[in-house]
Nanobody, 128 residues
Framework: EVQLAESGGGSVETGGSLRLSCVAS??????????PGWFRQAPGKEREGIAC????????YYRDSVRGRFTISRDNAKNTVFLQMDSLKPEETAVYYC???????????????????WGQGTQVTVST
């Protein structure tokens, strides 16, 4: 079973930057074929997909609210997907997760299993 582990969260001021990492591991994992995506869940809100990357051709896809400020990338040699976040806003305070399947939309509560493995999440706090 694939396991995912996020890191890189923290506290920044408005306009600051953070770089998140999601490392995949597990027996039989072929990371070149694996396309984990980034999600976030703010307090009291549903989880939402924010960035995806196609493992085959590297195409990237973003939620409108983060396009132009966030960049998803991957390093296959390190089994890692990154999320560079620039110009952060206070309303982006949330727990950020990576999951085995990617979707640029809202994750309906109770359907999280459709996205395969989830990491434990990493907290991002943006202060004014």
């Amino acid at each position: 079973e694939v396991q995912l582990a996020e890191s890189g969260g923290g506290s920044v001021e408005t306009g600051g930057s953070l770089r998140l990492s999601c490392v995949a591991s597990g027996p039989g994992l072929i990371f070149d074929d694996y396309g984990p995506g980034w999600f976030r869940q703010a307090p009291g809100k549903e989880r939402e997909g924010i960035a995806c990357i196609n493992p085959k051709d590297g195409s990237t896809y973003y939620r409108d609210s983060v396009r132009g400020r966030f960049t998803i990338s991957r390093d296959n040699a390190k089994n890692t997907v990154f999320l560079q976040m620039d110009s952060l806003k206070p309303e982006e305070t949330a727990v950020y997760y990576c999951a085995g399947e990617c979707l640029l939309g809202t994750v309906v509560r109770g359907t999280e299993n459709l996205f395969g493995t989830w990491g434990q999440g990493t907290q991002v706090t943006v202060s004014t």
